[in-house]
């Protein structure tokens, strides 16, 4: 049994805190990823003294490819193991924090926001999704700039895999996907040493319609809607992401 019988712990209070969640995403590209960053920075032009903070950053290799090409940035999670992984690699200019979505780690601090990789839209309540970006908003400077990379939703739902397994590390993870009441969600089964576990992703379908409205109540404008990582235009029906550039007024 896990804590995600626990009804007072949320999903991904639990599975981002899991060894398991690592195993499962380890191989995710990194390449790939700096190729994104490497682009977003490009089109953005930030200046030498430009202050980054890379919300919910995980373990932080998208923060420490920033710290990289010479930026100050700050990260922040949820989780703490993840977090206490980072802090390893921290500099003089690179720091890592434990801290909640819905809560500005700095205000009014921040030149950029980077939340990348469709790490929003987990909440039950659609007020905490509101709640979030206005803390985001609340971090940055004026004119600071947010980037918020999410899955295009239309596709998504369009595209649905519905069921797969993966073995990574001697582990044969069922993977079982739906959409229900607005939500992407994706049920997680495997055994490990003897035990069953079950852990559960659950992530809003949000429109851009529905980010719009946020953005707008948060005090942000959208400049600049990207449909991939190359940062092509976006299309509603054929994108694989919602790129979104938007300025604190």
């Known amino acids: 049994m896990n804590k995600l019988n626990n009804k007072n712990i949320a999903w991904f209070e639990e599975w981002f805190d899991s060894p398991f969640y690592h195993i499962l995403y380890k191989d995710r590209d990194d390449k790939e990823a700096e190729s ?25 290799r998208h923060s420490m490819f920033l710290n990289s ?58 007020k905490d999704n509101q709640k979030a970006i206005d803390a985001i908003a609340k971090s ?18 369009n595209t649905l895999v519905q069921s797969e397994e993966k073995e990574i590390d001697g582990i044969c993870f069922n993977i079982n996907r739906s959409y229900k009441n607005q939500h992407i969600i994706k049920d997680i ?3 490990f040493e003897g035990n069953d576990y079950h852990f559960q992703e659950k992530v809003k ?15 942000l404008t959208i400049d600049t809607i990207f449909g991939d990582f190359n940062l092509n235009p976006f299309d509603i029906d054929s994108s694989d992401r919602l790129i979104l550039i938007a300025r604190k007024k």
């Open 69 to 126: 090409l010479g930026f100050t940035v700050d990260g922040f999670d949820l989780s703490e193991n993840s977090i206490a992984n980072a802090k390893l690699k921290e500099t003089d200019t690179l720091h890592f924090y434990t801290n909640d979505i819905r809560v500005p780690l700095k205000e009014n601090h921040y030149n950029y926001a980077f939340n990348l990789f469709t790490s929003f839209g987990y909440f039950d309540n659609e």
């Open 140 to 157: 940055l400077t004026s004119n600071g700039i947010l980037v918020l990379d999410f899955m295009n939703s239309n596709k998504v739902i």
């Open 36 to 60: 994104f960053i490497s682009n977003l920075v490009n089109f953005l032009k930030p200046k030498n003294n430009t202050v980054f903070v890379d919300v919910a950053c995980g373990k932080g």
């Open 189 to 191: 089964n495997f055994k």
């Open 205 to 219: 379908a949000i429109t851009l319609a529905s980010f719009k409205k946020y953005f707008e109540k948060a005090n």
